[in-house]
């Protein structure tokens, strides 16, 4: 049963990953250096914290980026 769940983890977390990946290929940054990618995330975790407004901001840039992959 515990090697059961373990794996079901597992595969939970590599479809996370997956679809993480699929994200950064969606907005553009698929041929972008790693270390510019975690620079950009951990500057926007910073923002996040910093800057009221900008979740709500930058959420609905993302909204509107996923609609129109929609139409």
């Keep these: 049963m515990q090697r059961n769940t373990a794996s079901e983890a597992r595969k939970k977390d590599t479809r996370d990953k997956i679809e993480l ?4 290929v969606k907005a553009g940054l698929r041929y972008e250096k790693r270390a510019l990618l975690l620079g950009a995330l951990i500057e926007l975790d910073r923002r996040l914290k910093e800057e009221p407004g900008e979740r709500a901001r930058l959420t609905a ?8 992959s929609r139409e």
Excluded at 61 to 68: D, L
């Design 21 to 24: 990946g699929g994200l950064i």
């Design 61 to 68: 840039i993302g909204a509107e980026a996923f609609g129109k």
